[in-house]
Every structure is written in C-alpha cells, then in structure tokens.
C-alpha cells in the first residue's frame, strides 16, 4: 500500500514537470487569505474572516492537517480550458473540471471571464455529477433481419447526500472575484458517487459537472407536450453580482435578484480507456490447479466514524481446495483520507495458540468476508473529518497450523482496489479551508 501512495505522489510530480515550462498559475493558497481579499463592505466575506479567538496554533495545525495545493499543472488546465467556451456564461463565470483519470483526484474551477465582480459560494460539496451511461447495444436476433438500437440508459447523478450537502450558502466559503480572477480545488468523483449500482464512472460515459442548486422548473403544456422552463428562482444562489450584497433578500434592486444564479454548469467530459474497469488477473496463479487466493475490500456510506466498517474477502481463484488460517487482527488497513495517509494495525498477539476454529477450508471458487468497525482497528479519530477515505488491505499469515495437521495458506495478500469509504459528519467540518487556490487570468 505504500507503493500505491507513492505512485501517487509519482503522478502529480509528473504532471508539474510537464508543465514546467509554462507559467504557474497559482497567485494564493488559501480560503482564508481569499476571505480576507473580499470587500471589506461585504458581510458575506466579513464571516470568512478566521475566528480570533481559535489563535494561531490552531491555525497552524489546520494549515498542516490540509490537503497539497491543486497541481499547477492542473491549476493552467482549468484556467485554459475556463476561456475555451463560447456560450454566454451568467454573470461571465466559467466553470470548469478536468478528470484525471479513475484513482486520481480531478479538479474544478470558477473563473471570472466578465467585467464585474461577483460573489461566488466556492463550495465543493454543492458538486453534482450527471452521468450519461455509455450506450449499450443488444445481441442480435437471428430471427429478425434488423439490426437492434443501442439502448440509452438514463443518467445517474452523483452528489452528496442531503444531510451532507449544504441547503443555503457557507458564509465562509463566499468569495469575492474580480474580473479575470478564480479560484481553483480538487475534488475525488468517487466521494459523490458511493453507494451507486452499476457503478457509474466506466469507460465511454459522459459526464456533466454542475455546482449549486438546481433551478425551479415551472411545467406548461402546449399541444399536448409537456414544456419546462425556468420559473422564479429563490434563495439560495451559488453567485450573484456584488451589488446583491450577499444574498440578502427584500434589498429592491429586481434587476439585480433575477441575475442571480442558482447552478453553474461545466462542458461534458467524456471518460477513457483508464475508466475500462477490467477485472484484474488472479493472484499467482501458477498453473491451472494452483491454488489463488485473492483479497477485496468494500466499504459503504457512514453515519460518522463509529459506523464506518470495512467488508474483506478471500476468494480462492485456483484450481484446488486450500486451507486457511483467518483472524481479524491479520488484516491491517492503509487509509487515503482528506487529511493525508495513514496505517490501521491492530497487532496480533503473537503468543496466542493456533485456534483450529479459525483454520477455514476454500474450495475452488468459494469465498469468505469478515465485517470490521474501522474504528476498532485503527488510531482515534482517524475517520473524524466527513468525507471519503480509500482503503486498501492487508493480509498476513504466517502459520500453517501445521501442529494441527494442516497446511494453510502462508504469505501476504494485497487489496488491488480500495474500498470507499464516505463519512457523511464528524468532529471536524467537512474539509480544510485551505484547498482551494486563486488563480489570475494571464499570470
């Protein structure tokens, strides 16, 4: 599991010296140096301001508890990619994703194309995903001569859950951007999309990113067809210009409230040959009756972090029958959450006897799965922060139970996939306030 986070770290590093040669786009790096940029007349950004009485060391430990700033690489993809549109934008605000393939994070941006300053709730959990599965073409029938129609599935949207997701503006995350300035974050797709089946993130669908709140529709009826448009939006607004003075409702200007906007919405993304989910090979499957075991892990959407468990799985893969000596304190975890990596080991204890009731028989094709508390195997209030952890497992064996008259399995096996974990509340707000990164138009 070390090797996967650093073949992460590898990722992002190429990414940066790919585009060393260019200028970085990175002008800030935090949500509370943006707070305080914002008008010193706007109450929405006066909110944004860190609380004194939190001091500097707690300051200083948020600010080593926060994620790495987005890539500049991914920082001068988004800014490039803000100014390809050539649809009218509301208020002159693009916004932006860039997917970088199924284990990475992606990354989204909101940058002011206009010429006036607008106020902009830079929320990462008002992130929503429309999902156009790829299409899916029939067997054909013999007995008819035509060809069938790819069947269109229709769309899956991924966002968080409804206690999660925010129902009215964060006055800490409403940020002030002048024309030609924005604001950049990552973000993992997979948080959104836990508890989804089929899973929807595969090779050849197309996806939507939208932020904020969908619009109120008002339905019609002409010659017998049903017709939605857009009716009167109320609060909330993801963005609105900045003489709407922070949302605050009955301030006369009609003009103004109707140029408020509830929803941005990104250009689609097409996703690749790196979303093909093809199932890997077994491991060391030697020969057609050796025996190959293999391990998975799933997780799930919880509560909070006392709720959170782990499902593991050994399925034997092989040819032949194989013995297996299981105990939970065998399995050990290393956790990707939004505060960094971090290992789950219980520790056996070593002087404990063999128990033959532990020893299992597989045979080909049968399997096992164990449910653990995370909780209980891993360090306090490692799954405190809401949000999505990856998990990925480790078994170790290293007695056959020989004493016993069997010969079970002896070795290590690795989780290929993490399990996705998603902790919807916790002790800590939902994510650190120093993701996000400003970024200049031109710079």
């Known amino acids: 599991m070390r090797a996967a986070s650093s ?37 929405i950004s006066d909110a944004a301001a860190p609380d004194a009485a939190l001091g500097a060391e707690q300051d200083r430990a948020t600010a080593e508890l926060a994620p790495p700033a987005v890539d500049p690489a991914v920082s001068n993809a988004l800014l490039a990619k803000s100014g390809d549109g050539n649809n009218a934008a509301p208020l002159g605000l693009r916004f932006e994703v860039v997917e970088l393939g199924s284990e990475l994070p992606w990354g989204f941006t909101v940058v002011n194309r206009g010429t006036e300053a607008a106020v902009v709730d830079f929320d990462p959990r008002l992130l929503t995903l429309e999902i156009a599965p790829p299409e899916v073409i029939a067997a054909p029938n013999p007995k008819r001569s035509y060809k069938p129609k790819p069947k269109k599935a229709k769309p899956v949207l991924c966002r968080l859950p409804s206690d999660v997701a925010p129902a009215e503006v964060d006055p800490a995350l409403a940020v002030k951007l002048e024309p030609g300035s924005g604001l950049v974050e990552s973000f993992d797709p997979r948080l959104y999309c836990v508890g989804k ?30 017709e939605e448009k857009p009716g009167v939006q109320k609060d909330p607004f993801i963005a609105e210009p900045i003489e709407a003075s922070g949302s605050l409702p009955g301030n ?82 290393e ?7 971090f290992e789950c080991d219980p520790e056996p204890d070593m002087r404990s006897p063999v128990d033959r009731s532990a020893i299992l028989t597989l045979r080909p094709g049968a399997k096992f799965s164990a449910v653990t508390r995370l909780i209980e195997m891993c360090p306090g209030h490692a799954f405190a922060r809401p949000g999505l952890y990856l998990v990925h497992a480790r078994f170790d064996s290293a007695d056959s139970g020989a004493d016993l008259g069997y ?20 002790e800590l707000p939902f994510t650190p306030l120093s993701n996000a990164v400003r970024v200049q138009v031109g710079q």
């Not at 786009?25 to 706007?42: F, I, K, L, M, Y």
């Not at 595969?202 to 010659?223: C, D, I, N």
């Not at 799985?313 to 399995?331: A, C, H, S």
């Open 7 to 43: 073949a992460l770290s590898l990722v992002w590093s190429l990414l940066a010296l790919g585009c060393a040669g260019g200028k970085a786009a990175v002008v800030g790096s935090s949500s509370n140096e943006r707070a305080r940029e914002t008008a010193p007349d706007q109450p």
């Open 197 to 226: 089946a089929p899973w929807p993130l595969v090779q050849g669908a197309v996806v939507t990113p939208r932020l904020g709140w969908p619009e109120a529709m008002k339905v019609s009826w002409h010659g017998g067809k049903r």
């Open 252 to 333: 006369g200007l009609t003009e103004v409230n109707e140029r408020r906007v509830k929803q941005l919405v990104g250009s689609p993304l097409s996703l690749g040959a790196d979303f093909s989910n093809v199932p890997p090979p077994p491991h060391a499957a030697n020969g057609r009756d050796a025996p190959a075991l293999e391990l998975t892990i799933a997780g799930g959407d919880a509560t909070n972090e006392g709720a959170a468990v782990a499902t593991t799985t050994i399925t034997n893969r092989g040819g032949k029958k194989q013995d297996l000596y299981f105990r939970r304190e065998l399995v050990s975890y």
């Open 335 to 341: 956790v990707s959450g939004p505060d960094g990596v």
């Open 407 to 426: 010969q079970a399995f002896m070795g290590r096996l690795l989780s290929l996939k993490p399990a996705l974990v998603r902790i919807r509340e916790g």
